[in-house]
C-alpha cells in the first residue's frame, strides 16, 4: 500500500521496530490512501507500542509533549509518535482523566474517534512498503460507503471530548463523507458542548479547515450542523443578512466565496477572508452597512483572541479587516496614493490586496475591479520607488525637538499638531522634505514661534 513511503516516516518505522517495538502508520496518511486521489499529507501518524520515555530516548531531538506523551520528528513530511493507549473517563470533556500506556494496538485504535480513522497499516517489508491493514472497526468499509462514523456508541464518544464535533465537520467536509445518522444526530444533540473545547484546540481544527482546498465544505458542514453557531457566532451571525451582489446568496454564502476564493494558503489571507465582513450582522441600516469594517475589526479582534490566534497573525487581519473598504478612483492624485500607502502600512498592502481580489471574486466582480485595483498597486509600487523613504518611515528631515531648538517651541500638543501639517505637506509634494525647507514651512505655520535666531538653545 505504500511503495513510495516517504524517507522520514520509513526512517521512523524502521528505527522503532529495530529497537524492538511494534510500530504502524494510523491516521489521515491511511484513510486518504485507502480513499484514493488524495495527496498525501504533511504530517504522518505513527503509533507504537514503544512507551513514550523510549521514543523520547530514540528521537531525542524532538519535541515531546510531556502530557500526552507525543513524539513529533520534524522534517518534510513531519510525523507523530504516539504510544498505545487507553484512556480513562472524561470528566471535563476535554482531556482523559488517565491515560494508560503499553495497550494493545487493538485497544489503541478503540480509543480513536471515527472508524476511518481507527486504521493502522502494519509495515512488514518497509523497503518494499508492502504491510497489512488492522481494520477492527471496519472504517474502511465506511470509506467505501462514504461514511463517517464514531467508533462506538456516538453521543459517549462527543462526550468525551466535545473536540470531536468539530473534527467530524472538518474531516467530513474535507473528504465529501456523509454523517452516518446516529453520528449526526449525536453531533446536532451535542453541538452546544464545542462551547466547552479551549480555544487552543478550536483554532488548530479551524485553521486545519481553512488550509482545505475548499474551507466552505468543512466550513458550510460546520454550520449546516449547528456548530458554526457555537465555535464562530460571529460568522454564524452573517446568514440571512442580505447582500446586493452580481452573485446570489446572503452575506455568508459571500463569505464562504471570499475564502475558496483565496488563491494562497496564506493563513493570515484566509483568516481574513473568513473574518471581513463580520460587522455586517449589526450594521444594515436603509440598505447600507454603515461603518461595519470597523465593528467587524472589532469582533474579528475578539474572535481571534477567543481562539487564540497568535498576534503576529491575528492583529494583521484584525488591520486589514478594519480597512478593507477602501475605494481607489483613478481620479486619485499622487498624493492621494501617498496618503493611501501611509495609512494602510506597507507591511499590510498585500494581505489586503489579497483580501480585496478574494471579496471581488466572491462578489462577482473581479474582472472589472481587478483592473482598477492593478493600477493602485502599479502607482503604489512607482511612489514606493521614488519617494519610499517619506512613506517607509514617516521619517521627515526634522523632528520636534528641532522645532523646540531651532523656533523655540514650547513642548505640548502644538508641536504634534505642526509636525502633523508637515508630514501632509510632505505627502502631497515629497520634494519639500528638506531640512530648511520644513523649518520655513514650521515658521509659517506657527507664526508665534520665535524666528530671530535668539530662541534659547538656539545657534543660529
Ligand atoms: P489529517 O489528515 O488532517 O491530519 P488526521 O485524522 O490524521 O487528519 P490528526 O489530528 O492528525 O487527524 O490525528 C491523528 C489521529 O489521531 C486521528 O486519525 C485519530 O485516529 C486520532 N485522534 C486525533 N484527535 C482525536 C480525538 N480528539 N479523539 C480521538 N481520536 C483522535
Ligand atoms: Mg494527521
Redesign the pocket.
Known sequence: MFPDLPAPVARVLGALRDAGHEAAL????V??RLLGGRPD?D?W?VATSAHPDAVAALFPAHSWDNRFGTVTVAGTPSV?I?SYRTEGGYRDRRRPDEVRFGASLEED?A????T???IAWVPEDLERGTGRLVDPHDGAGDLDRRVLRTVGDPDE?FA??A??LV?AA??AG?LGLSLDAETEAAVRRRAADAGTVSGERLRDELL?MLDDPMPSRPLGLLERLGLLAVVLPEVAALRGVPQAKALPGDALDHTLRAVDAVVSTDRALRLAALLHDVGKATTLADGHFIGHERVGAELADAALRRLRVPRSIAAPVVRVVRHHMYSYDPEWSDAAVRRFVRRIGEKDMPLLFGLRRADDAASGAADEAGEVQAELERRIAAELASSGDVLRHRRLAIDGDDLQRELGMVPGPRIGSVMEALTEAVLDDPSRNRRDELLRLARELDPEAVTDGTAPGADG
Open positions: 494510523v491516521g489521515g496518511a484513510r486518504d499529507p504530517d501518524d507523530e504516539t485504535l480509543r480513536r474517534d471515527f476511518v480513522n481507527a464518544r468525551e471530548d473536540l470531536r473534527r472538518r474531516i474535507r486545519r
